[in-house]
DNA sequence: ATCTATATACTCAGAACGAGTATAAATACC
DNA sequence: GGTATTTATACTCGTTCTGAGTATATAGAT
């Protein structure tokens, strides 16, 4: 491979950074004045930056401030205008996504940034309190314009197919992990301002579904949250949200928060004790209302005991040894 | 963000291209004379590639003359040293990895291309008959050195906890998914050739561990396999390397052969039928030993029947909503 | 006819899961 | 002070899933 001009692209890192304060699944944007929210990011410096990682967390410090923990990769997108604000404009950008976690201690420092509820841009992922009535009174109809403009039988019927299976209608039942699918689905049938943004044919049912972000940083956060969903399931990554000590209705909250989706009390118990995930501290909490719960805290230990330590999805796998 | 001159960076797109034969998982590798074994691959062109994926599917088809099926991306790797030949020389290339999985059909037609038994490259992952005596005999002996090298004993702990979680070794039991994790530490521990290639410190210790690649093909080839045999369990990916009729042990076999241990064939049966994942063809399989086997075929309905088919990973979550 | 190899049906016990009931311990309200 | 309300926590129960078998059927090989 040589170095030719025609092979040469920038690297932009993008970085959702989630926090959950209360009951609010929290991410932190960049919000200058009237313009659209956009995550923390900056070009990847092949000079400076020994690796993405290393790139991603230097940017995040000096613009936010922060000393991340946790960090993961999420994608990487290179789709042509779907980064610059308008088709055509600006240099070719890849964006490398990343998911990190971290708590959320005393205010933030750094100018234009804060802390907003992510449902603000996915309000039709909030199931805790009630399916959310956005789906019913503006996505179900508006899509129904999407299968009609369909070229032909096959196609609409995939189309519904896809509705179907993504935002749980009919008998199909709401699956919390697919906020990507849903998102690329609303942009595909140009629901969301992005595809307006973007010059996409379809942006005629054009409807502004959640709030907008700069480039491709709403789908970055879509990808972001299906992985926490997901991840949370099997591996014990909200403890980087916690405190150091919690009640477990604290710790159910938090899941919750983040999945969208209530849970069985007594349940939740079973399982996190169960696993050996947590242990008390023998305190109690005392801002309570009801009887004071008692506060525990995670057991780091866990991550070297065992190694299949799970939040939720179960161990065997229906493909085991013999 | 502006595009400045230290902010570019060139874009290799590397495919690991799967396909089973017999019990044989095989890799396409792009194979020149006493040269290492390299990926297909090449760069990304950000003129003439829309996407990042169109452009991995124009590459791979111009150099092994294959139509890719089922394409997934895996990861975007930039470490420093890590990809050139030696250190310091070369551009900086950042390298995206992606999983394709296809089927054998015909002879390859592209030169310097063949199909190989991907455990060349990874021997110790290999447990179908019985745990490979390279671990006992060679890896675990040399990890004891790489332990003691450690600068103190809390460090020297760290390394080996990760050696017994990666490699199940004492209590642990084996994890087929770390592909990884475990490649990683080897080239931590200076225990693959990568390591002294990369001019890494501890090389020390070198031992030629399985055959090496080119650039950090074997760190793609290592995230393919883990993706895959992760995946497996909670998507029905398998049936992309599958004839259109196969009976439920070659079925089994081909699964055995990515995942690396034996299943047992009765609840194999009985999961992939359960979950109604194949129907049965009526016609029989002819070149058998025993007792002919029925063929079955993929119905490739469920995936848009229901949502979460899966072919190992228990649906339940333990997460359920209430 | 018997052996061997494979296919396929069926059983069974334990673990995990979803959904509850029951009781304890605090505050809020009157 | 007594009662309602709220939250915590212990325990139960039936179902499904899973791992690990046994039993029987059907082919070719000797």
Redesign the pocket.
């Known amino acids: 491979m040589t170095r030719n001009e025609k092979h040469v692209v920038a690297i932009g890192l993008s970085a959702a950074i989630a926090s959950v304060v209360e009951e609010s699944p929290n991410v932190l944007v960049v919000h200058r004045g009237k313009g659209d929210d956009a995550l923390p990011f900056g070009p990847f410096d092949p000079l400076g930056h020994r690796t993405l990682e290393s790139g991603l967390r230097t940017w995040v410090g000096e613009q936010t401030y922060l000393d991340l923990g946790y960090v993961e990769q999420l994608y990487t997108f290179g789709d042509r205008g779907r980064h610059t604000l308008k088709p055509g404009e600006g240099a070719r950008v890849v964006s490398v996504g990343y998911l990190a976690l971290t708590r959320q201690r005393g205010a933030l420092k750094a100018p234009d940034t804060l802390w907003r509820d992510w449902y603000r841009y996915f309000p039709w992922e909030d199931w805790r309190d009630e399916k959310p009535a956005v789906i019913g009174e503006a996505i179900a109809p508006a899509f129904e314009a999407f299968v009609k403009a369909a070229s032909d039988k096959a196609a609409a019927d995939l189309r519904r197919d896809r509705i179907r299976l993504c935002f749980g209608l009919g008998n199909i039942p709401w699956d919390e992990e697919k906020v990507l699918d849903r998102y690329e689905l609303l942009y595909e049938a140009g629901l969301v301002a992005e595809s307006a943004r973007d010059g996409r044919a379809e942006a005629a049912h054009f409807l502004p579904l959640g709030d907008c972000m700069m480039f491709d940083h709403r789908r970055i956060l879509a990808t972001a949250i299906a992985r926490l969903r997901g991840k949370m399931k099997y591996r014990p990554v909200v403890f980087e949200l916690m405190p150091a000590s919690f009640?477990?209705?604290?710790l159910q909250r938090t899941v919750e928060a983040i999945s969208g989706i209530r849970l069985?009390?007594?349940?939740f118990?079973?399982?996190v004790?169960?696993q050996g995930l947590v242990e008390g501290t023998g305190k109690?909490?005392v801002l309570?209302?009801?009887?004071?719960?008692?506060l525990f805290r995670f057991r780091r230990e866990v991550l070297r005991e065992r190694p299949g330590v799970r939040l939720?999805?179960?161990?065997?796998?229906?493909?085991?040894?013999?």
């Open positions: 009640t477990l209705l604290e069985h009390k007594q349940n118990r079973r399982l004790e169960g109690v909490s309570a209302r009801g009887r004071p719960a008692e939720g999805a179960r161990q065997g796998q229906g493909l085991r040894s013999s």
